[in-house]
């Protein structure tokens, strides 16, 4: 059964600091895995997708990479802004049987402060 | 931009009875799914749909849920018997493949 854990739980830093998120895995059968930001009390936004062949995914100052075969995932965010501010999560489609449900990590909280 | 939209936001039920939840997935997308969030803990996978049928479902996903595509927007899911551990941030999600999927906001379950 896939697990997925995300460290740290929760990180506060100042505006400007360049931060990594870390996402590890279980199963190395992955069909994808998916970043996501989720604010207080709202639903998920979409922040990258990794195929299973990929090593890494950016889109503007985000960055996720993959490496498989260690079962890990970074999303590194450049010049954080404090609208950066939320809960990341992690999200993982293993490809087993035929099957892809995701399995989601805890999320780590982030907080950037002016 | 299109969005997938959930009502109601906020749903107080009382131990045993029937909620349906509705969600409106954006409109040229064939994947559909229903997530649970219990407060504090991870999201959950429920069910997703694709087609008409139900094409993967959780442990979760009980005899006591139902997903239903009564019309060419809406997508829904039922509680027939809601218990205290439904109480949970309920989620839909859409996508044109199986591979982004795209949120709404979330319904909050509550059962007394």
């Known amino acids: 059964k896939q697990e997925v854990t995300q460290i740290p739980a929760a990180l506060s830093v100042p505006e400007g600091e360049n931060l990594v998120l870390n996402c590890s895995f279980t199963?190395?059968?992955?069909?994808?895995l998916q970043w996501f930001r989720q604010d207080p009390g709202k639903g998920l936004t979409s922040l990258l997708l990794?195929?299973?062949?990929?090593r890494e995914q950016t889109s503007g100052r985000l960055n996720a990479s993959l490496d498989k075969s260690s079962g890990r995932s970074t999303l590194y965010i450049a010049a954080s802004q404090p609208g950066d501010s939320a809960t990341y999560l992690c999200a993982v489609r293993t490809a087993s049987g035929g099957s892809y449900i995701p399995t989601f990590g805890r999320g780590t909280s982030l907080i950037v402060h002016p | 931009e299109p969005e997938v939209t959930q009502t109601p936001s906020h749903q107080v039920t009382q131990m045993g009875q029937e909620v349906i939840l509705r969600c409106v997935p954006i409109?040229?997308?064939?994947?559909f799914y229903w997530y649970r969030q219990i407060l504090g803990q991870k999201v959950e996978f429920l069910v997703s749909f694709y087609n008409n049928e139900i094409s993967e479902k959780s442990e979760i996903f009980d005899d006591q849920f139902s997903v239903e595509r009564p019309d060419g927007s809406n997508f829904t899911l039922k509680i027939r018997s809601t218990k205290l551990e439904d109480s949970a941030m309920y989620f839909c999600?859409?996508?044109?493949?199986?591979?982004?999927?795209?949120f709404g906001p979330g319904t909050r379950l509550l059962v007394l």
């Open positions: 990794i195929q299973s062949s990929q």
């Open positions: 999600a859409s996508s044109d493949t199986q591979e982004t999927q795209y």
């Open positions: 409109s040229n997308h064939l994947y």
């Open positions: 199963d190395s059968a992955i069909y994808n």
